[in-house]
């Protein structure tokens, strides 16, 4: 991981082997070595409204694409030639979901820790939700193929990680570092009026009644580190389209800016084409009309934006000011 000015070399934990692919019901060892979440890390900090921050960025779901996220980063001034912070008291907002079908997942997510401590030492802030993929992955590398109760059939993290483009160079990278960073990342924020959220969906309502109180909740879930009750938080970070149906969509919006604040909700997870009906069997038919992507979809009676370009099926990796047309 790049280190920033003046920050002391973060140490190296020996990561446990991948375990070979085994049918789900194996038992995998029990990693003993592993940190339980600290509260003591510097790379998530609140908000400090007293301060003078700037204009405020999202970004959608990177999925191991480093370089097309630093392509995209600096084309809007957020990073220099170097990947380094240059975007001063600026506010960056990461929607999850930075590991897992692309080539260096590993990469993003040390990118956007770096990213964290250089932009707080210029006065912005670099933060970022966590995703259904964070879950998984921390799910695979702690319960490996242990069953778990998935409601329809024997399933487990490991499986559903590799089904779900989980890459073997990213599991054999992991470090506690890492996983300590994934597992205190929040749910859910609301900033200038946008409630951010992952997963186009309500199950957040699931978790509690406030901001803090769902935040709380996942971290609590997380670092209890029970395989039945992480699957079932990942789950309910994998649903997806409440918004999109023409009636019922903003209903939904409504009901969880009535909960948590805010007069939009942008999100990722659900790609672009899929949320447009746009996806058809034809893989390069799928693939052209990802490509025609080139911003937000906003939707649900102007109460929903998309953040998901669809970077996996050669779409665009997003990178936006908000609000929109600023």
């Known amino acids: 991981m790049t280190q920033g000015a003046g920050q002391e070399p973060v140490a190296r934990a020996a990561v446990p082997p991948l375990p070979a692919y085994a049918p789900v ?35 959608g779901d990177v999925h191991g694409y480093l370089d097309e996220l630093r392509v995209a980063m600096q084309a809007q001034g957020l990073i220099d030639a170097e990947g380094h912070w240059s975007a001063g008291n600026s506010r960056v907002w990461f929607l999850g979901d930075f590991t897992d079908r692309g080539p260096d997942g590993i990469g993003v997510i040390e990118l956007v820790m770096q990213l964290s401590a250089e932009a707080a030492a210029a006065g912005g802030y670099c933060k970022a939700l966590m995703g259904n993929h964070e879950l998984l992955l921390i799910g695979a590398h702690r319960f490996g193929d242990t069953p778990v109760n998935s409601g329809a059939g024997t399933a487990s993290f490991q499986a559903a990680w590799l089904l779900n483009g989980g890459q073997r ?21 609301e900033e200038d009026g946008h409630l951010l959220v992952h997963s186009d969906t309500t199950a957040y309502l699931d978790y509690g009644d406030s901001i803090d109180g769902v935040n709380d909740t996942v971290r609590e879930i997380v670092a209890r580190s029970d395989a039945d009750e992480t699957w079932d938080l990942f789950r309910k970070f994998t649903k997806r389209f409440a918004f999109r149906d023409e009636a019922e969509g903003p209903k939904a919006v409504r009901e969880l800016l009535q909960v948590f604040g805010g007069q939009r909700v942008v999100h990722g997870h659900s790609p672009i084409p899929y949320l447009l009906g746009e996806v058809h069997d034809e893989a390069a038919e799928r693939e052209e009309r990802a490509a025609a992507i080139q911003g937000p979809h906003v939707y649900a009676d102007e109460l929903a934006i998309a953040m998901d370009g669809g970077v996996t099926m050669s779409g665009k990796l997003l990178v936006v000011q908000l609000p929109l047309g600023a």
């Open 25 to 59: 019901g194996a038992q995998p060892e029990q990693d003993d070595g592993y940190t339980p979440t600290q509260r003591d890390l510097p790379v998530i900090k609140r908000r400090d409204d007293s301060l003078d921050y700037g204009p405020l960025y999202v970004i």
């Open 169 to 189: 160079q990213d599991m054999e990278r992991l470090q506690d570092v890492h996983l300590q960073w994934m597992s205190r990342l929040d749910a859910i924020e």
